[in-house]
């Protein structure tokens, strides 16, 4: 079965970094688009980023352009999301997503951004 799982969140100040990855099982990664979406406390879940499955699409959102760069490497079936500049507006539940019929989400990783 499809199976994602999130590492690398954390606590951080305005201005830090954080790198997370994911890994994936249970389908042919390299055939699949991916992403990463994060969800706030009251807020809906946005996609932040995604990836095609030749790496020769990527789109973010404009919240985090210039900042966020994801990234995958098909061999080892990891995404990765790295993450600069961080702001106290990127406090979040981070999942990894993947569409194979429907949405299939990691049980994410938190980042928290703060002073």
């Known amino acids: 079965q499809v199976q994602l799982v999130e590492s690398g969140g954390g606590s951080v100040r305005p201005g830090g970094s954080l790198r997370l990855s994911c890994a994936a099982s249970g389908f042919t990664t390299s055939a699949y688009n991916m992403g990463w979406g994060r969800q706030a406390p009251g807020r809906e879940r946005e996609m932040v980023a995604s990836?095609?499955?030749?790496?020769?699409?990527?789109e973010y959102a404009d919240s985090v352009k210039g900042r966020f760069t994801i990234s995958r490497d098909n061999g080892k079936k990891k995404l990765y999301l790295e993450m600069t500049s961080l702001k106290p507006e990127d406090t979040a539940m981070y999942y990894c997503?993947?569409?194979?019929?429907?949405?299939?989400w990691g049980q994410g990783t938190q980042v928290t951004v703060s002073s």
């Open positions: 990836i095609s499955a030749g790496v020769d699409y990527i």
């Open positions: 997503q993947v569409r194979i019929g429907k949405n299939f």
